[in-house]
């Protein structure tokens, strides 16, 4: 039998229980980090530095050597050095061989470079297996005990055992990996920690220009045209009262938002009768960006919800009641009980109460801790059967507020129809086209398409 060379030996899959040693050049906020999980993961750390001098800030158990003498001790060794200084490496370059490098890097803005970091690092030493990690992760994540939203690691590299040992030490570490391919994957993983928001961009973007719209368009209605036509100043309603007519109707229609590509899709795959062709790029960036649309109309939602509370104790509110009060003592009369309006109200408040709390769980099931304990069916029922229906409860509930306002000469102003008239085209096309799809003539040819049926089997390349 062949005997096999130490670094072949180093790289071997490790059947003990004691964890292999792991080197870490770099003492830097996130070298020392690391390296304490490291150690209290049970992984023996030696870092390597200019300075073999012991600081407080190095976790107690870890060594401090110099370089050459640390990658020695092992197998593995964690680059946490800004690229600019890499070129200390090159001297190493005869210790490094055949050791794993693991490129943690990040740049300061968005391909700062023609090649990766980790792809450079490779070319600095030929003779290395470099594999990129955890720079998706922040120091004070992994001093923090790596919360939900940075426990996702970004692995790549074009040796498979050495990716797979650099894999095996993320989870020790309570972490998870995610293989995205070989090294030419670096580029877009150093990339990503660079990107701000990239999901939240078209929601945010949409929300402020839909805002600004229904404002300005609320603001001619309630405030400039009473000024122009009856010489009263409401100009206070900007506060509260035109806020509260802004959020309800982003709420609604960003939720119908939310499920407006899912039909379009349906649509799509049924006149091309095969779901082996790509969506326009323009329908994917839409879908891929649901769950934040559906979490900004959940925020307005709330927003409403709150502005509603505080109605009673509006200064015109008060005023108002007292003078109706007022009124009807001076005209020694009392109106009596409406049961039709008193109907509409209580349907209308039931409905937006029932439709919230529906909101809120769809919210609440998108949190990646909530969804990780859920399977795909269960998921796939909250946010499409429970979110189609809690669509159906915000149109009702924006319908018997003021359906009955719709041919009513006064509700338009300057011929512009109050805002929730305009908040229901979406949901209501949503709907319709939702319950057309829903009919059997159609629904079964289009689940026949999502088991991939086609029509044309060219599309099937």
């Avoid at 409401?234 to 007519?245: C, T, V, W």
């Avoid at 429970?386 to 507020?401: D, F, R």
């Avoid at 209501?428 to 319950?435: A, P, T, Y």
């Avoid at 057309?436 to 086609?454: A, F, S």
Wanted: with cysteine.
């Amino acid at each position: 039998m062949k005997k096999n060379s130490s670094n072949a030996m180093a790289l071997a899959p490790n059947t003990s229980n004691k964890r292999e040693t792991v080197c870490i050049f770099g003492t830097g906020d996130f070298g020392r980090a690391l390296g304490h999980k490291m150690i209290q993961s049970g992984y023996p750390v030696v870092f390597g530095s200019r300075s073999t001098q012991t600081s407080s800030l190095i976790p107690k158990d870890a060594e401090v050597l110099s370089h050459a003498e640390a990658a020695q001790k092992a197998a593995i060794i964690v680059i946490a050095i800004q690229r600019q200084h890499y070129n200390f490496l090159t001297p190493l370059a005869e210790i490094l061989h055949g050791k794993v490098l693991v490129d943690v890097s990040n740049n300061l803005k968005i391909n700062q470079y023609p090649e990766s970091n980790a792809e450079y690092l490779s070319q600095l030493v030929p003779g290395a297996k470099v594999v990129k990690a955890f720079n998706t992760v922040s120091a004070w994540a992994l001093q923090s005990g790596a919360l939900d939203a940075s426990r996702q690691v970004f692995v790549c590299g074009d040796d498979m055992e050495a990716k797979q040992m650099v894999m095996d030490i993320v989870r020790a570490l309570g972490l998870t990996p995610l293989d995205q391919g070989s090294l030419l994957a670096a580029q877009e993983i150093e990339n990503y920690p660079l990107q701000l928001f990239p999901m939240w961009k078209f929601p945010i973007f949409l929300s402020l220009g839909l805002t600004a719209f229904f404002f300005f368009y609320s603001l001619i209605r309630n405030v400039i045209y009473p000024y122009v036509y009856e010489k009263e100043d409401f100009s206070f309603f900007i506060a509260i009262s035109i806020p509260n007519k802004i959020c309800p109707v982003l709420a609604l229609v960003l939720l119908a938002l939310v499920y407006l590509p899912g039909v379009l899709a349906a649509i799509i795959q049924l006149y091309r009768g095969t779901k082996y062709r790509r969506f326009p790029d323009w329908l994917d960036k839409w879908m891929l960006c649901r769950k934040q649309l559906g979490l900004v109309a959940l925020a307005f939602a709330s927003l409403h919800v709150l502005y509603t509370l505080v109605m009673p104790i509006r200064s015109f509110v008060r005023w108002r009641t007292s003078n109706q009060i007022i009124s009807q003592v001076l005209k020694n009369s009392t109106e009596s009980l409406n049961i039709t309006y008193a109907w509409l109200s209580d349907s209308y408040l039931a409905l937006g109460i029932l439709g919230f709390f529906l909101f809120v769980l769809l919210g609440i099931t998108s949190l990646p801790s909530v969804s990780n304990n859920v399977n795909w069916r269960e998921f796939r029922f909250v946010q499409s059967k429970l979110g189609y229906l809690t669509l159906i409860l915000c149109t009702a509930h924006t319908l018997v507020y003021g359906g009955n306002r719709f041919l009513s000469p006064s509700s338009y102003r300057w011929y512009l129809p109050n805002t929730y008239m305009l908040s229901l085209i979406i949901p209501c096309i949503v709907l319709v086209v939702k319950f057309v799809l829903i009919l059997p003539c159609l629904d079964k040819p289009l689940t026949r398409i999502r088991q991939g049926w086609e029509r044309n089997p060219q599309y099937s390349e």
